[in-house]
């Protein structure tokens, strides 16, 4: 069975995120890219998972840690990372932030994070359900087919509308500008903008 193009995934979910498309409808374009490459019965499954509820649990998450334990200033890159935890002795998939000064030069620059607050992990009820039903079928079940653009792009495309609708000052906390990165702590990472008085400029 061919396998889904993950390079050309990753390109579909950066237009998508430089585009103002809801995340609802983002997560629908990609499951149709996908599907169209590795047709699989999970797909429907993946396609009604309740994107809009998880939007709203993830601002409110976001909006009490920053007000809880505001990052300092220099904490210029947040890095939002996509890792599998356990829970209930299940492996499972969320997204926690942290932060460290930003420099693009540096590609380990999220590690050692100075900024790594409680409350950090999202608990996602997307991100796990993607996991869930991607590898709930040993036997021919998508597997990282599903969990890697499903799961990119739904951080991505909620991070980014995030950054948008919050109140920049609650995440500026007195810094200059913010850089948004999103990524897997194993692998790949797209930058998706920068925040500043004046708003979300996206990459």
Not at 23 to 38: K, L, N, P
Not at 124 to 133: A, D, E, F, P, T
Not at 181 to 198: A, K, N, Q, T
């Amino acid at each position: 069975m061919p396998e889904v193009n993950k390079a050309a995934a990753y390109d579909e979910i950066q237009a998508l995120v430089r585009s103002d498309c809801p995340v609802a409808e983002g997560m629908a374009h990609v499951i149709t890219h996908c599907e169209r490459q590795h047709p699989h019965p999970a797909w429907k499954r993946l396609s009604a998972l309740d994107v809009d509820s998880d939007i709203q649990h993830l601002e409110r998450w976001l909006t009490h840690l920053f007000q809880s334990a505001p990052p300092p200033p220099e904490m210029t890159g947040f890095w939002f990372g996509l890792f599998n935890p356990y829970r209930g002795d299940e492996p499972s998939a969320d997204l926690y932030v942290a932060g460290n000064p930003y420099d693009a030069s540096k590609g380990d620059w999220p590690c050692g994070p100075a900024w790594f607050p409680e409350g950090r992990y999202a608990h996602s009820q997307v991100l796990s359900r993607v996991y869930s039903i991607a590898y709930g079928n040993s036997q021919g079940a998508l597997m990282n087919e599903a969990t890697y653009p499903l799961n990119l792009a739904f951080a991505a495309l909620s991070v980014r509308t995030l950054a948008q609708k919050l109140d920049s000052k609650l995440l500026l906390a007195g810094a200059q500008e913010r850089i948004f990165v999103v990524g897997f702590d194993s692998g790949d990472e797209m930058v998706l903008g920068r925040l500043h008085e004046g708003g979300f400029d996206k990459a």
